[in-house]
């Protein structure tokens, strides 16, 4: 499967800070292997410097695009152009530009309020992303009894626990709750976040 992935705006509209570029608002805070994950837990860092003009308003998922594959850049180039095969492979993706927009469209939407999950994003087997917004403890306390109510094995903690990702990807997949993005092997992808359609439906008196 052939094709490219070409971003909508030169590089000189992006900051190299995807955090700094949010303009002030949530952002995930980059691409990270999960080995390096803990490595991240540093002391706070001064605030970052004002974007650059055109940064703001960007979405998370062109910026998250531009900061992995910034490396590529050459010195001069002011557009990036990414195999669409090489994008698909590494989001774990079907590879097709309508696939890959569809993604991008959950990615924009995952990091927001009123979305419940997992505080680190996993785009692949060998990387994923931080969460930046933190959940809320009395909707994800709230959501965690509904579902030992239905007798998942989850404890209402109020923390959004390796047992409620488990228990939500168990429910989404018994009650055919899809996302609009798809997997390698063409199926659609169902992930352990409880948006407000999922928490609606495993929050309603059966």
């Known amino acids: 499967m052939s094709g490219t992935i070409a971003l909508p705006k030169p590089l000189s509209a992006y900051a190299a800070n995807p955090a700094s570029a949010a303009g002030g608002g949530r952002l995930p805070q980059g691409l990270v292997a999960p080995a390096q994950a803990r490595a991240q837990a540093q002391p706070a860092r001064p605030a970052a410097a004002p974007p650059p003009p055109g940064a703001k308003g960007k979405s998370p998922f062109e910026l998250l695009l531009v900061q992995y594959y910034r490396s590529q850049v050459k010195p001069g180039q002011t557009r990036i152009t990414i195999p669409m095969h090489e994008a698909a492979q590494h989001f774990n993706l079907y590879p097709a530009p309508a696939n890959i927009k569809a993604f991008g469209d959950w990615f924009n939407q995952c ?92 929050l309603k008196v059966s």
């Not at 994003?121 to 060998?126: D, E, N, P, V």
């Not at 579902?147 to 990702?165: F, H, I, K, S, W």
């Not at 989404?172 to 992808?189: N, S, W």
């Open 111 to 202: 990091d927001r309020a009123g979305v419940l999950g997992p505080m680190e994003i996993k785009l692949s087997a060998t990387a994923s992303v931080r969460k930046d917004l933190p959940n809320d403890a009395n909707k994800v306390r709230a959501l965690q009894a509904a579902l030992a109510r239905r007798g998942y094995a989850v404890t209402p903690n109020g923390v959004y626990d390796g047992a409620t990702e488990r228990a939500v990807l168990a429910f989404k997949k018994a009650y055919g709750l899809t996302e609009a993005y798809r997997t390698p092997d063409g199926r659609p992808a169902v992930n352990t976040f409880a948006d407000e359609r999922v928490q609606a439906a495993i």
